[in-house]
Structures are given as structure tokens and as C-alpha cells.
């Protein structure tokens, strides 16, 4: 069996790891020193350690590339912003945008310079244009999306 994960590396493994807590409410899995599990499935890795293993020299490890994103979803996205504006000291790549098909996402670095991406849930941008006053079909065609999709997004609110 193939499990799943994402490691990043980082300068400061106990900010970083304060960081993901504190922010995303990830739990540690597991912590080593040099490399920690968190739930959700990343992992942390110290850039000396992680030099050794790939055979690479300080300038080699390039932070800050914005080559790729860890990706969130949150239900509350208002809230997970005010709670990122509380955090302090984050330096963000864009604030809150909206995109064509209603999803409103806000990007900014971790303290390594990683970016990361909180969405809103896709279900959440179903109910905020059906609360709107808009039919089922018209939430399908701003979304995109088949009018089935609406409704399973609905049905899985309700089941909640």
C-alpha cells in the first residue's frame, strides 16, 4: 500500500511546526527532531537534514521559488482570514480574490516562503449562491458545473 504526503523543507522546524499548528489546527503525528508528521499528511523536514540526504550544498536548497503550494480548503474562509490577520507577520502573496467560478481564495508564505492556498470549499461557494437568491441552475452555470453538482453539494450540507 502507497500512502500519501507531502514534506517541505524548512530553516526552523519548531517555528514552521508552530506555524501549521497554531494556523491550520494540524496535530503532530510524529516528530523525529529533523523531520515531523503532522496530520493531513505533511511533514517538515530541517534543510540540514534534508541537504545530507539529497547530496546538495547550502546554495542548492532555493527557498522561496514559488514553484508550487500546499492547498487548503476551509468552510469559513472569512474566519480562517481574520484568524491568519491575527497571526501576524505574514507576509501574503495576494489577499482574498474571487475567482470566475465563485471560489474566493487567499494566498501567502509560510515562514520558509512556501506558498500556501486556503479556498473556500466548494460546497461553502454552492451555499453562498443559493443563500443569494440563486436558482440551482444559475449556481450551476456561474460555477461551471453540472446541476447535479449543486445538488450533491447541497445534500452533503444538509448531512452535516
Avoid at 524548512?10 to 511546526?17: A, L, P, Q, W
Avoid at 441552475?137 to 447535479?148: D, L, S
Wanted: hydrophobic share 40%.
Amino acid at each position: 500500500m502507497i500512502h500519501l504526503g507531502t514534506l517541505i523543507v524548512v530553516k526552523d522546524i519548531g517555528n514552521s511546526k508552530k506555524f501549521y499548528c497554531d494556523l491550520f489546527g494540524l496535530t503532530v503525528m510524529s516528530d523525529f527532531g529533523a523531520n515531523i508528521s503532522l496530520s493531513g499528511g505533511i511533514s517538515l523536514q530541517t534543510a540540514d537534514s534534508w541537504k545530507m540526504f539529497i547530496n546538495k550544498k547550502d546554495d542548492e536548497i532555493v527557498f522561496g521559488n514559488n514553484a508550487s503550494e500546499l492547498y487548503f480548503e476551509d468552510d469559513d474562509l472569512d474566519s480562517f482570514v481574520k484568524k491568519l490577520e491575527n497571526y501576524g507577520n505574514v507576509r501574503y502573496v495576494h489577499g482574498v480574490v474571487e475567482f470566475p467560478w465563485g471560489q474566493r481564495v487567499i494566498r501567502f508564505y509560510d515562514p520558509d516562503m512556501h506558498i500556501i492556498e486556503v479556498g473556500e470549499n466548494l460546497d461553502m461557494v454552492v451555499k453562498r449562491f443559493v443563500d443569494s437568491g440563486m436558482s440551482l441552475e444559475e449556481t450551476a452555470a456561474r460555477m461551471g458545473v453540472p446541476e447535479v453538482y449543486v445538488s450533491s453539494a447541497l445534500a452533503r450540507l444538509e448531512g452535516r
